[in-house]
T-cell receptor, first 113, second 113 residues
Framework: NAGVTQTPKFRILKIGQSMTLQCTQD?????MYWYRQDPGMGLKLIYY???????DKGEVPNGYNVSRSTTEDFPLRLELAAPSQTSVYFCASSLGLGGQPQHFGDGTRLSIL | GDSVTQMEGPVTLSEEAFLTINCTYT??????LFWYVQYPGEGLQLLLKATKADDKGSNKGFEATYRKETTSFHLEKGSVQVSDSAVYFCALSESNTGNQFYFGTGTSLTVIP
């Protein structure tokens, strides 16, 4: 029972580089989310999706892009990496019904140098 | 808008001590409430939840009661163990906001033998 799988687990980027953080879930959840967690802080929502082909901005979307071509996958794209994007990124999914919890991946630890 | 406020840490307790982590919320409708736990280097795991007023969520000796009159969802455990050392997040979700979750900033708990 894999749940939510994120790859890679760790990555170091140079300023200006781009990369895609992968997220896939095998629970047939309609709703998926991307968060970032800065040291000692809570979670901030970057983007979310309520189903394939539908995405929307969260609290901190600048510098990121997402797509949702399938129910299972929700990749997060960084186009021009900046030091301010150094963080731990979490993907989550849920059924999207009232009272249903979000299920989290183990995170991607990203450093921009 | 919706928000969650939880007590700031860090909290340090001796093994077998009583634990309370306070959480209050602001919501426009009738939210569901959650406690998540994050162990070092891992993602968030659902600890317990409550979906309506006066519900009590419980798991692994932890309990929290949904108090609508005080807009609170305090986490308690009667006797903590070293293995309970983690960061605890209070969260709410409302179905009328696309099942978005609102997280508190987290409370770090360290239990010493």
């Amino acid at each position: 029972n894999a749940g939510v799988t994120q790859t890679p687990k760790f990555r170091i980027l140079k300023i200006g580089q781009s990369m895609t953080l992968q997220c896939t879930q095998d629970m047939n959840h309609n709703y998926m989310y991307w968060y970032r967690q800065d040291p000692g802080m809570g979670l901030k929502l970057i983007y979310y999706s309520v189903g394939a082909g539908i995405t929307d901005k969260g609290e901190v979307p600048n510098g990121y892009n997402v797509s949702r071509s399938t129910t299972e996958d929700f990749p997060l794209r960084l186009e021009l990496a900046a030091p301010s994007q150094t963080s731990v990124y979490f993907c989550a999914s849920s059924l999207g019904l009232g009272g249903q919890p979000q299920h989290f991946g183990d995170g991607t630890r990203l450093s921009i140098l | 808008g919706d928000s969650v406020t939880q007590m700031e840490g860090p909290v340090t307790l001796s093994e077998e001590a009583f634990l309370t982590i306070n959480c209050t919320y602001t919501a426009t409708g009738y939210p569901s409430l959650f406690w998540y736990v994050q162990y070092p280097g891992e993602g968030l795991q659902l600890l317990l939840k409550a979906t309506k007023a006066d519900d009590k969520g419980s798991n692994k000796g932890f309990e929290a009661t949904y108090r609508k009159e005080t807009t609170s969802f305090h986490l308690e455990k009667g006797s903590v163990q070293v293995s309970d050392s983690a960061v605890y997040f209070c969260a709410l979700s409302e179905s009328n906001t696309g099942n978005q979750f609102y997280f508190g900033t987290g409370t770090s708990l360290t239990v010493i033998p």
